[in-house]
């Protein structure tokens, strides 16, 4: 299965670059992540519970970076084991592009596999499951990076919440 797409994103595009590698940052877009560990150069481990159809499972998997041209394009290949229900891979082919606002389109083109229990559910149950997952993950990629720029309930005077590079620097 194979889906591709794109997202403007309001940063430059070294800040989206520097979101990429980020563990905090993954962890926060992966549907379903309870934990992130690693870095972008040994790869991150992850544990992430989805629920596919009627399967629930836990898996426990890898995500590596390859073919890295800072600032322009990367891959992330991810593998996750989730015990009897099968397992899942992922690839991701991201390529940025700077724009003249300032702002960074971000390219992917997304191939994924299951196996296992998972993959007798169907190909329609499946793709569409891909397909969702890839669209969450970048959409909230795009919110995380950008940062809400609404006023945050809790921040005094109705400050604006930061986003993810400002958290980060304490900006």
């Known amino acids: 299965m194979e889906l591709s797409d794109s997202k403007v994103i ?13 563990p905090e940052v993954l962890k926060d877009c992966v549907p379903g992540c309870q934990e992130m560990s690693g870095n ?10 989805q629920k ?8 426990k998997g890898t995500v590596v970076l390859s073919d890295m041209v800072e600032p322009e394009s990367l891959t992330l290949s991810g593998e996750g084991k989730g015990g009897a229900a099968g397992f899942a891979k992922g690839v991701a082919n991201v390529r940025l592009e700077e724009n003249a606002d ?32 890839a669209d969450q ?6 919110e995380v990076v950008e940062g809400p720029g609404a006023p945050d309930a809790d921040a005094p005077d109705g400050e604006k919440k930061k986003g993810w590079l400002k958290r980060v620097i304490g900006g």
């Open 40 to 49: 972008a150069a040994d790869g991150f481990e992850a544990t992430v519970v």
């Open 52 to 59: 596919v159809g009627p399967v629930k499972a836990t898996f």
């Open 137 to 142: 993950f970048f959409t909230r990629f795009q």
């Open 102 to 133: 300032g702002s960074t389109t971000l390219h992917y083109v997304v191939e994924a596999k299951v196996g296992g229990k998972l993959a007798q559910l169907g190909s329609r149950i499946i793709d569409g499951f891909a397909r969702k997952m």
């Open 10 to 22: 309001a940063a430059d595009r070294a800040t989206v670059w520097a979101a990429l590698l980020s």
